[in-house]
């Protein structure tokens, strides 16, 4: 999902899309995954001629945190001793991205490479981006200015050699998340790090060093001020790029849960019948489905971490435990987060949606062909399906009926599901009938018809339109 923002993130930085010339909309999710060996040969070509130059250059971040972990790249990006003015001089087509801050985008062979001129950050008033930045040429205060230790590490573009001035090498090996510098200091700066920190040690499998982890549970309450389409994204790829289930226990545990997604938090605690769920309380059911996520669509991922989040609202002690309703409570309180987090509409809607239908499956069997149909031919059903068997297996119940409905839905043949109407308006008009809402209900049901499969022709349909309306 890329979604336009008035906001852009370069090298870390939150820049006001006014600022970036020549570009408004830009992903701020940049998932370009790329392959390495094309990419670092473009990389090495533009750190060439940055260095023929005369300039200072290295691969720095991400990139090289990842190839020495043997992962993925995402994206390059390079840090270079030349300012904005000499990177557009070497590189003419270069895009003036967040400028202001000292990157440029840089494009050869169809790759994207951003390059970025070493600098430091004065304050950060707003515990959102600095109020100003200073270009700098000695690297060593540019990595001073990183996040994690882990993304501090340089490589020399030529020789492959690591160049580590924070220790982030050991931190690499010792599989730590560590901040760089004191940890109180540099949430306080940027309070998107304490985010940040989370999905890097979900996404890689590494733990929290505990004195950043500490600093992080003090700071958490700040995480209040950060905006919210930068939560929305750090949500989106805790969710998405693996060890969702992981990423959301270190939000709990750290305390972020609580500050950016309270409803979720009010899960934790929330008894459920031990004979339907062994597992436990509502939220580690709900931790048992992320547990669950291969690859998943950003839309699945969030009906499976808010299809319950109605049940704290609707619980009852009757002959037993119950929620009624909470399919239709979770749907109106997933729709008030998402909107409140800025997800596009469509998204919202298809979340929604699948919060509110996911206790349909129980009746699915039993569905009348036509109510069945309906049900099957929505855009959202395949991963409605896919919530129900993660739903099931993570209350330890069998899949017998996740098999029955698709096992249904598989005998369907793809025209039944939405078949050509028989009957229009317009041949209403013709046979006589006087125009007004009484002819969408005519049709609906001769579509029901249809779809039962007790109507299957023109004259059919005419008969039936005589029969049954007059
Ligand atoms: P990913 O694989 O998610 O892209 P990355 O480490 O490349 O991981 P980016 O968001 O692309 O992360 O940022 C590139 C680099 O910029 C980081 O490695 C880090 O050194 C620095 N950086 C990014 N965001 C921040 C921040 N909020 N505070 C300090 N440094 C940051
Ligand atoms: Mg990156």
Known sequence: MVATTTFVVLDGLLVDSSMCAGRT???????????????????????????????????????????LLGRDLHDLDLTTSARPADIAALFPAALEVGVHF????????????????????????????????????????????RDFTINTLLEDPFTGEIIDHTGGRADLDARLIRAVGDPMDRFAEDHLRMLRAVRFAARLG?????????????????????????????????????????GFELLDQSGLLQVILPEAARMKGVRQPPEFHPEGDVWIHTLGLLERLECPSLELALACLLHDVGKPGTQSFEDRIRFSGHDRLGAGIAREILARLRFPSAAIDAVCSMVAQHMKFKDAPKMTDGAFKR????????????????????????????????????SIPGGQLRPAPLLRGRDLLQLGYPPGPRFSRILDALEEEQLEGRVTSRDQALEWLNRTFG
């Not at 990419?39 to 250059?57: D, K, N, P």
């Not at 490479?113 to 270009?135: H, I, K, M, N």
Request: charged share 25%; aromatic share 6%.
């Open 102 to 145: 000292g990157v440029m985008l840089v494009h050869l062979e169809g790759v994207e490479v951003q390059v970025a001129t070493f600098r430091t950050e004065d304050s950060y008033l707003d515990g959102r981006r600095p109020d100003r930045v200073c270009f700098e040429t000695d690297v060593r205060l540019d990595v001073a200015r």
């Open 375 to 410: 049900f099957a031919r929505q855009g959202i059903f395949d991963e409605l399906l896919e919530l129900h068997r993660i739903d099931l297996l993570a209350s330890q119940r069998p899949l017998d009926n996740w098999h029955a409905v698709s096992q249904r839905r598989a």
């Open 25 to 67: 909309q830009i992903s701020i999710l940049r998932l370009n995954r790329v392959s390495h060996p094309p990419q670092a040969a473009v990389a090495r070509r533009i750190a060439a001629t940055l260095s023929q130059a005369g300039f200072e250059v290295y691969l720095v971040g991400g990139c090289v945190r990842d190839r």
């Open 206 to 246: 590494f733990a929290i060093e505990p004195g950043t982890m500490a600093a992080i549970q003090r700071c958490a309450p700040r995480a209040a001020l950060i905006s919210p389409e930068r939560v929305r994204d750090e949500i989106s790829r805790i969710l998405t790029e693996g060890q969702a289930r992981r």
